[in-house]
């Protein structure tokens, strides 16, 4: 049976439709502007001798539609304190003297991103850098007395006169100024020479680490900053004393973030050694070569995953890598090569800080009933983290339903697991109306962990008596180089596959009610629901956010054209038939699913064309669609105002063609508590 209507929204800023249903209040939870409105945490770093914690908290700011981060410290005994008051803009990167005597941090008052100065214990913050470009990252020399800074190249003269003349225009291949090292001496009293070039020439510097003994950097360079230069990533040795650069690891394919061995001997680094076609879902490895040069050791490759966020220290190699659903810290001998995990008592652990001697750690960490918190280690050699912060206490009132993982087997016997989520009064007698959230990537992974503040109000829905399922779906993270690549010449067609098992498996153990079930997801997940649009008419609604509807469309617009090719093994105009067979577009007379599209105005990474292809398709076989362009946005929505409207399009989307309501978003300027919508009262 076809579906007819079509509705087109075009944001300005935000956009809102309206009917006669009155709002009404879900028991339990906040309201969406509520979850919008929960601080976060992230960014630590932990003090040279291992006691006090410094670490970043974001709260939402409506009147500006933005958000403000400022730097707190947690002591080493008392309730944290807020450190920073940027007044326009945010405070970031901590990180502190070698000393402990201050504590640096990045910040935009009006003059770019430059290098700040404050004392931990408070007072005012003065500034350490004016350099005309900006300070993109920057970091202490081991003995404190020097930082090195990464600087983005002011724009040229040569530049500004072009503009004159001819107006503002950039070729593809051209994208945004290079940076360079410079580097600056820092006085105990905090006072700072002028800032001293280290790197000139045509070519771009990314991450950089200090020797040891402040004599060396170790940089990694490519040929410009365009995003797809990344792959011919070298490392470098800069002697700061005499600024002359040396190369170290030159080769094929990206050799990047450098990082010293305690005793200066080595350097570690992230490389990709294999076949290049591959880069998007096969591992990297971590490798050492001596820091004077020499033969290069690859350290990692029995270990089957992503690795991130390395610290060589005296007690090791600390590293994060996914581990199914969960997040976990291992510690990596060099010489053995062998891997031991870190218990932290965390499902996810998030940014990490460690002490130079390797002996104490701070982290950011999640829990499956938490929302994401500091903790301290004092000894790694018996890890006993100590919670600094409190951030779940501003949802400890809330109805957040309960999460677990479970496992099914998809069409092809591949072995798929997804996150479950239920009501916390979920009964196993009755059967539950399904929403499926697909993670994007699609490397990504969905955890067993508390959501709020989404696109997609999941918590919201367990509230009003739905289950949710996020399938892990083959290609995710956290599962291994081989489940990443089964979608490799197989996307769309293998991911529908693992979603389609996994609600049938949910319909098979009595839990999903088959005629009230929807999917939706963002980014690759919004492609796989485009897919699930024309392919089945399971569904009784699908969102699509920010999705691949043409692989031809999007291979010839995105800013990622390798992407395509490595996953599909071709180009549109080399093999034209798996382009058809893994795009949705190509069964668009077989939709049927009213379906929801929401993009972001200027998306590179999936480009609007992507969009209006599937809308204009879908109106032409008669399908209920609507497509709503937040205008002024790439990728993802960034404002906590339009992320307000994307929740109210889809729990509006949804509410219609899962439960039959007509919601009314509300008009006010400020929603208090009665902001959702449930038509019928005694209903969860």
Request: aromatic letters at 10%; a negative charge; proline letters at 6%.
């Given at each position: 049976?076809?579906?007819?209507?079509?509705?087109?929204?075009?944001?300005?800023?935000?956009?809102?439709?309206?009917?006669?249903?009155?709002?009404?209040?879900?028991?339990?939870?906040?309201?969406?502007?509520?979850?919008?409105?929960?601080?976060?945490?992230?960014?630590?770093?932990?003090?040279?001798?291992?006691?006090?914690?410094?670490?970043?908290?974001?709260?939402?700011?409506?009147?500006?539609?933005?958000?403000?981060?400022?730097?707190?410290?947690?002591?080493?005994?008392?309730?944290p304190y807020q450190l920073t008051r940027t007044i326009e803009g945010n405070s970031s990167s901590p990180a502190w003297s070698p000393d402990g005597r201050w504590l640096s941090f990045t910040a935009n008052r009006g003059d770019r991103n430059q290098v700040y100065l404050i004392s931990p214990s408070g007072g005012e913050a003065f500034v350490l850098t004016s350099v005309e470009g900006g300070v993109s990252s920057y970091a202490w020399s081991p003995s404190g007395g020097q930082m090195a800074l990464r600087v983005t190249e002011p724009e040229s003269e040569e530049d500004k006169t072009r503009q004159e003349l001819y107006g503002d225009f950039a070729f593809d291949s051209e994208t945004g100024r290079s940076a360079h090292l410079w580097v600056i001496d820092v006085d105990m009293v905090g006072e700072a020479s002028e800032p001293r070039r280290l790197t000139e020439g045509d070519f771009h510097v990314g991450s950089f680490s200090w020797s040891p003994d402040g004599s060396r950097v170790a940089y990694a360079r490519q040929p410009d900053p365009a995003r797809l230069s990344s792959v011919e990533t070298d490392i470098y040795v800069l002697e700061v004393e005499s600024e002359e650069s040396t190369p170290l690891v030159v080769g094929v394919g990206p050799d990047d973030s450098p990082t010293w061995s305690p005793d200066g001997r080595w350097i570690l680094f992230s490389e990709f050694d294999r076949d290049l076609g591959s880069l998007f879902y096969l591992n990297g490895e971590l490798a050492r070569v001596p820091s004077r040069g020499g033969e290069i050791e690859v350290l990692t490759r029995e270990f089957d995953e992503d690795l991130s966020g390395a610290r060589w220290t005296p007690n090791g190699i600390y590293v994060i890598a996914g581990a199914r659903t969960a997040r976990k810290m291992y510690n990596l001998d060099?010489?053995?090569?062998?891997?031991?995990?870190?218990?932290?008592?965390?499902?996810?652990?998030?940014?990490?800080?460690?002490?130079?001697?390797?002996?104490?750690?701070?982290?950011?960490?999640?829990?499956?009933?938490?929302?994401?918190?500091?903790?301290?280690?004092?000894?790694?050699?018996?890890?006993?983290?100590?919670?600094?912060?409190?951030?779940?206490?501003?949802?400890?009132?809330?109805?957040?339903?309960?999460?677990?993982?479970?496992?099914?087997?998809?069409?092809?016997?591949?072995?798929?697991?997804?996150?479950?989520?239920?009501?916390?009064?979920?009964?196993?007698?009755?059967?539950?109306?399904?929403?499926?959230?697909?993670?994007?990537?699609?490397?990504?992974?969905?955890?067993?962990?508390?959501?709020?503040?989404?696109?997609?109000?999941?918590?919201?829905?367990?509230?009003?008596g739905a289950v949710v399922l996020q399938p892990n779906y083959r290609g995710s993270a956290g599962y291994g180089e081989a489940f990443r690549s089964l979608n490799v010449r197989n996307l769309g067609v293998g991911d529908m596959w693992d979603v389609m098992s996994g609600v049938q498996h949910l319909i098979d153990e009595g839990i999903a009610d088959p005629?009230?079930?929807?999917?939706?997801?963002?980014?690759?997940?919004?492609?796989?629901?485009?897919?699930?649009?024309?392919n089945t008419d399971a569904f009784?609604?699908?969102?699509?956010?920010?999705?691949?509807?043409?692989?031809?469309?999007?291979?010839?617009?995105?800013?990622?054209?390798?992407?395509?090719?490595?996953?599909?093994?071709?180009?549109?105009?080399?093999?034209?038939?798996?382009?058809?067979?893994?795009?949705?577009?190509?069964?668009?007379?077989q939709a049927v699913t009213p379906t929801l599209i929401q993009h972001g105005e200027l998306d590179r990474r999936v480009p609007t064309p992507n969009a209006y292809e599937l809308y204009q398709g879908l109106q032409d076989v008669g399908v209920e669609t609507k497509l709503v362009i937040y205008a002024g946005f790439g990728h993802g929505i960034s404002k906590p105002k339009e992320r307000l409207a994307t929740i109210w399009h889809n729990w509006q989307w949804f509410g219609k063609h899962i439960w039959g309501e007509d919601i009314e978003i509300p008009l006010e300027e400020t929603v208090e508590a009665k902001e959702l919508v449930i038509s019928d009262p005694g209903a969860r």
């Amino acid at each position: 049976m076809k579906h007819l209507g079509t509705t087109l929204f075009i944001a300005a800023t935000v956009v809102l439709t309206t009917t006669s249903a009155p709002a009404q209040e879900v028991d339990g939870i906040g309201t969406f502007r509520e979850a919008l409105s929960l601080e976060s945490v992230g960014g630590v770093a932990i003090s040279p001798d291992g006691t006090t914690v410094a670490f970043q908290k974001r709260r939402t700011v409506w009147e500006d539609n933005g958000y403000d981060t400022e730097i707190w410290i947690a002591p080493a005994s008392g309730a944290p304190y807020q450190l920073t008051r940027t007044i326009e803009g945010n405070s970031s990167s901590p990180a502190w003297s070698p000393d402990g005597r201050w504590l640096s941090f990045t910040a935009n008052r009006g003059d770019r991103n430059q290098v700040y100065l404050i004392s931990p214990s408070g007072g005012e913050a003065f500034v350490l850098t004016s350099v005309e470009g900006g300070v993109s990252s920057y970091a202490w020399s081991p003995s404190g007395g020097q930082m090195a800074l990464r600087v983005t190249e002011p724009e040229s003269e040569e530049d500004k006169t072009r503009q004159e003349l001819y107006g503002d225009f950039a070729f593809d291949s051209e994208t945004g100024r290079s940076a360079h090292l410079w580097v600056i001496d820092v006085d105990m009293v905090g006072e700072a020479s002028e800032p001293r070039r280290l790197t000139e020439g045509d070519f771009h510097v990314g991450s950089f680490s200090w020797s040891p003994d402040g004599s060396r950097v170790a940089y990694a360079r490519q040929p410009d900053p365009a995003r797809l230069s990344s792959v011919e990533t070298d490392i470098y040795v800069l002697e700061v004393e005499s600024e002359e650069s040396t190369p170290l690891v030159v080769g094929v394919g990206p050799d990047d973030s450098p990082t010293w061995s305690p005793d200066g001997r080595w350097i570690l680094f992230s490389e990709f050694d294999r076949d290049l076609g591959s880069l998007f879902y096969l591992n990297g490895e971590l490798a050492r070569v001596p820091s004077r040069g020499g033969e290069i050791e690859v350290l990692t490759r029995e270990f089957d995953e992503d690795l991130s966020g390395a610290r060589w220290t005296p007690n090791g190699i600390y590293v994060i890598a996914g581990a199914r659903t969960a997040r976990k810290m291992y510690n990596l001998d060099p010489d053995s090569r062998q891997f031991s995990e870190v218990p932290l008592g965390v499902h996810v652990v998030g940014s990490a800080s460690l002490t130079a001697d390797g002996t104490a750690l701070a982290f950011t960490g999640q829990g499956t009933d938490d929302l994401g918190e500091v903790y301290r280690v004092a000894d790694l050699g018996r890890p006993t983290p100590t919670r600094l912060t409190d951030m779940t206490s501003q949802v400890r009132d809330w109805d957040l339903g309960t999460r677990e993982v479970i496992t099914w087997t998809s069409e092809d016997g591949a072995e798929v697991e997804g996150v479950l989520h239920k009501p916390s009064d979920y009964d196993p007698s009755r059967r539950y109306p399904l929403l499926v959230q697909i993670h994007g990537g699609p490397t990504g992974t969905s955890r067993p962990t508390v959501g709020l503040g989404g696109t997609y109000p999941v918590n919201h829905w367990l509230a009003r008596g739905a289950v949710v399922l996020q399938p892990n779906y083959r290609g995710s993270a956290g599962y291994g180089e081989a489940f990443r690549s089964l979608n490799v010449r197989n996307l769309g067609v293998g991911d529908m596959w693992d979603v389609m098992s996994g609600v049938q498996h949910l319909i098979d153990e009595g839990i999903a009610d088959p005629d009230r079930m929807g999917s939706m997801g963002w980014s690759q997940g919004g492609y796989i629901s485009a897919f699930l649009t024309t392919n089945t008419d399971a569904f009784a609604a699908i969102s699509v956010g920010a999705g691949i509807s043409n692989w031809m469309t999007y291979y010839v617009n995105t800013d990622i054209h390798p992407f395509t090719r490595q996953y599909l093994k071709g180009t549109p105009w080399s093999d034209p038939e798996i382009y058809a067979l893994t795009s949705p577009m190509t069964n668009i007379l077989q939709a049927v699913t009213p379906t929801l599209i929401q993009h972001g105005e200027l998306d590179r990474r999936v480009p609007t064309p992507n969009a209006y292809e599937l809308y204009q398709g879908l109106q032409d076989v008669g399908v209920e669609t609507k497509l709503v362009i937040y205008a002024g946005f790439g990728h993802g929505i960034s404002k906590p105002k339009e992320r307000l409207a994307t929740i109210w399009h889809n729990w509006q989307w949804f509410g219609k063609h899962i439960w039959g309501e007509d919601i009314e978003i509300p008009l006010e300027e400020t929603v208090e508590a009665k902001e959702l919508v449930i038509s019928d009262p005694g209903a969860r």
